[in-house]
């Protein structure tokens, strides 16, 4: 939206757009065992877009072209093996948003999860699971709402380092992990896990804020605040927060949390039937 003078009315031109049709790439495949039995699979599925709208905008003082870009890609490849007891999928989502007024954003969210199960003899299995995700946000220019570098303005140690940001990037990754053993005989299981999160907040300095598909270059960069926490068993152990590089505040639990704890819960029969993964009753 423009304000113009009182008794201006802003006017522009009709939007021209530019909006190819994406690119869609999926693939898959089967892969057996001696006697002909489904033992893995492999799928991928690649999507990628570029799109761009403009306008020709004219004001009381001045007329100008106003457009916006975008590029975004996304990517899902997964396997499961041994019949389906072990999987590991790995997605992806990148993309990059620009505007002529100077505005550029770059957005990268991945993921991975990967589980096993096992079992013997006697019906007692274990599946294990771990997941490892990700958010990158990297903001150059002056956006809509505020990037969080606001809070940070009136820090001396900051606009002695860089008087001026030209933009922010938000890094955090967050990890799991988990383990599940269960005697459905016995009736009785044991579970444990870990979870863990770590998030970086900079200040950037980049080589153009020029609308464009891809992001521009870092030329600098300084860390504002940094935190980074880990939990067992929903039992927090570790804490640790910094800002400007300088420690302010730190938990450490007690060393004998960091061992997962035997915890017991009645079992109810199959797991695998249940989670509806493989073959066989267990």
Known sequence: MWLDRPGSITTGSTLAHNVPAPSIA???????????ANETLTYSVDVKR?????????????????????????SNDGELTAYGNNGVNVQ???????AS??????????????????TDTSGNYTI???????????????????????????LPSIQRGFPQFQGSNLYTTQNGSAVYQASPAAGI???????????????IEVSSTSPSFYFPSVRGSQE?????????????IEDDESL????????????????????????????KRVMGRGRGSF
């Open 26 to 36: 999926v693939s898959a495949s089967i892969g057996t065992d001696a006697t002909g």
């Open 50 to 74: 570029q799109l761009s709208i403009s306008s020709y905008v004219r004001t009381a003082s001045s007329s100008f072209s106003a457009s916006w870009m975008q590029n975004l890609a996304y």
């Open 92 to 98: 992806s989502t990148t993309g990059t948003d620009a």
């Open 101 to 118: 007024a100077g505005y550029l954003r770059q957005i990268s969210y991945p993921i991975t999860v990967n589980s096993t199960y096992t």
């Open 128 to 154: 294990t699971a771990n997941l490892e995700r990700g958010q990158s946000i990297k903001i150059a220019g002056q956006p809509v709402f505020p990037s969080g570098l606001q809070s940070f303005d009136v």
């Open 189 to 203: 299981a044991t579970t444990y896990g870990t979870t863990a999160q770590d998030m970086v907040f900079s200040g």
């Open 224 to 236: 504002l605040y940094h935190r980074y926490v880990k939990a067992v068993n929903s039992t927090l």
């Open 244 to 271: 400007i590089g300088r420690p302010f505040y730190t938990f450490i639990g007690s060393p004998q949390g960091d061992i997962p704890p035997s915890r017991s819960y009645v079992a109810f029969g199959s797991q």
